[in-house]
């Protein structure tokens, strides 16, 4: 879904020289733990998270990426708020304002919250920033950190930003109460104290990937169409009855499903040799490498030993084959105790 500003990670030449000294030991890849989710569970389902919750927390990652779209990815973000959103940005920025600002001075604004403020002042200030750069996954840390503040006493509500943080503020609280933000991400980045998250997802090939799959199933046969249909109502059945088990994301999270789940999305009708078919899928595939691409600058930056990576559970084949064929270490939950 986007050829956009993807963050590209810089190679480091190796240079060899007779006569030198012999280098230092290298630094190992960091390893990449795949946490595959399914995006809402209800509460009476909440059983599903405990255990997940419970072995990323001993694996103790160091960063953790999330499927957002990274505020510098217009492509993507145009993708996901719709072609207008710069405009519709703007016109927030100078509401909350008074005046525009570019995306490298709300970074620094982000980052330098004002002298003396105490932890509450610089979530808002957090928040706001975070909010107006789009950077939906470090805004809604920022709400999950206060979830416990009376935050109508705090914001003035005579201003359009406090109008607008505590309306919105309040919906995301009640939107990740079933999502794997507020069972999963934000709760172990906030006893695992990392401070930052990676929005890197990659949407500007949603729209090449959804015209393929429209085009290969229009042209499906009643026989071909029915086994298709077969396949996944049989997947989904089974995923149905492992979310009643109260071990949905145990069951998603091995590698006799992943394996299944990236059959039927890449190879269930690759013996058909449909041109849309092959379309479809080399679109899947190339959202997941430059989603893997993502990975990989997010571990760089944060110089990580480990990073965890929480993605609807169909994205963990895909990543997890783009980020081996870059030399990197990939876990599954079904490996950690």
């Known amino acids: 879904m986007r050829p956009s500003s993807i963050i590209l990670l810089a190679l480091v030449p190796l240079i060899l020289c007779a006569g030198c000294s012999p280098s230092g030991p290298t630094t190992a890849e960091p390893e990449v733990l795949l946490v595959g989710v399914v995006h809402q569970l209800p509460d009476s389902l909440s059983c599903n998270w405990k255990s997940a919750y419970d072995k990323v927390l001993r694996y103790a990652p160091d960063a953790m990426a999330v499927e957002h779209v990274p505020t510098v990815d217009t492509l993507s973000l145009a993708h996901f708020f719709g072609e207008d959103f710069k405009d519709y940005r703007d016109s927030v920025i100078v509401s909350w304002e008074g005046r525009r600002l570019s995306l490298e001075e709300m970074n620094t604004l982000r980052n330098t919250p004002p002298a003396g403020a105490d932890s509450t002042a610089r979530l808002m200030h957090q928040w706001r920033y975070a909010a107006l750069m789009l950077d939906m996954a470090n805004r809604d840390q920022a709400s999950f950190q206060l979830r416990n503040v009376d935050v109508s006493r705090l914001a003035d509500t005579s201003t359009a930003f406090g109008r607008a943080f ?172």
């Open 166 to 337: 505590v309306k919105r503020h309040e919906r995301i609280l009640g939107y990740m109460r079933t999502t794997e933000f507020g069972n999963l991400v934000h709760p172990l980045a906030a006893v695992l104290g990392i401070e930052h998250l990676h929005p890197t997802d990659e949407r500007r090939y949603n729209a090449e990937q959804s015209l393929a799959y429209q085009a290969f199933t229009q042209k499906l046969d009643s026989t071909r169409g029915a086994a298709y249909e077969q396949l996944w109502a049989k997947f989904n059945a089974a995923e149905a009855e492992a979310m009643q088990e109260c071990a949905v994301l145990d069951r998603v999270n091995t590698h006799a499903w992943i394996a299944h789940g990236d059959s039927l999305q890449t190879k269930a009708l690759a013996a058909w040799g449909d041109a849309d078919y092959a379309a479809f899928v080399r679109a899947w595939e190339a959202r997941n490498t430059s989603i893997a691409d993502r990975i990989i600058a997010a571990a760089e930056a944060d110089q990580a030993q480990r990073i965890a990576v929480f993605y609807g559970y169909m994205h963990v084949a895909p990543l997890k084959r783009a980020l081996e064929a870059k030399g990197y270490r990939v876990k599954v939950l079904e490996e950690l105790k």
